[in-house]
């Protein structure tokens, strides 16, 4: 656990040193907030169903692919992948804290839109029990997203490179879990939308989660997800030590 806690401490520094972390978590809390004030000056609803039900897609395609990118591209690109898999210290805790490490820089910025809960609170009286649900399935969200963000960097040495194909990854995952984009595919490959709906489409099962239904497949779908990624990404490295 100290290893984690080790390489956690140097990645989560990391963060703070680079100025693209900045820019795109104030794009990230201004994108998200601009947006949701927008359907609320509109509709004058005092929920957040506007926010959450964009943040699959702001999410996979915008945020987590930036903070993602350079976990490995970055240490591929300046030669110490090499240095820092001969560390004595197994290849699963090394991601493990590269991992930690970004998820907290995630929930730092997602921390940044807790001021709508609280815009809310003052101007209304919101029913803070799906709001409490969206962020926890934020939290799942986000978790998933970064995992296949560090397995996708993991091959990489340009972080342009991984930047768009985590984004492209996450992306499917986001529209392949709404409604339309299943029956699109299940119109060409009968059946295989709905597969993919059910098992794979990441969007159906956060909005479980964010209307405040706290089923037990859904939080499945999301750890699994997250540690299969994990552990693939882990694998991966080890091979090339040999």
Same mark, same amino acid.
């Given at each position: 656990m100290n290893d984690v806690k080790i390489i956690f401490n140097r990645e989560f520094r990391a963060y703070f040193y680079s100025p693209i972390a900045y820019v795109f978590s104030i794009i990230f809390i201004l994108l998200n907030s601009g947006l949701y004030m927008f359907h609320f000056f509109f509709f004058g609803n005092a929920d957040m169903r506007a926010f959450f039900s964009q943040l699959p897609l702001t999410l996979g395609l915008i945020f987590i692919p930036a903070i993602s990118m350079r976990l490995w591209s970055e240490e591929k690109k @300046?030669?110490? *992948? *090499?240095?820092l898999l001969t560390l004595p210290i197994k290849t699963e805790n090394i991601v493990l804290g590269k991992f930690f490490a970004s998820f907290? /820089?995630?929930? !730092? #910025?997602? #921390?940044? $839109?807790?001021v709508i809960p609280i815009m809310l609170a003052i101007l209304g009286k919101p029913d803070f029990g799906p709001i409490i649900g969206g962020y926890f399935g934020a939290m799942f969200l986000g978790a998933f997203f970064l995992s296949v963000g560090i397995f996708v960097s993991g091959f990489f040495s340009d972080q %342009? !490179? =991984?930047? %768009? %194909? $985590? =984004? @492209? $990854?996450?992306? /499917?995952l986001a529209l392949i879990g709404w409604q339309y984009v299943p029956m699109v595919i299940d119109g060409w490959l009968p059946g295989v939308g709905q597969f993919l709906y059910n098992y794979v489409g990441v969007t159906r099962h956060f909005n479980d989660i964010e209307r405040g239904v706290i089923d037990l497949k859904?939080?499945?779908? /999301? !750890?699994?997800? $997250? %540690?299969l990624f994990l552990y693939l990404n882990a694998k991966s490295l080890e091979r090339r030590k040999y």
């Open positions: @300046l030669g110490t *992948e *090499e240095l907290l /820089f995630y929930l !730092v #910025a997602l #921390a940044g $839109t807790l %342009i !490179v =991984s930047l %768009i %194909i $985590t =984004s @492209l $990854t996450c992306g /499917f859904s939080i499945i779908y /999301f !750890v699994s997800f $997250t %540690i």
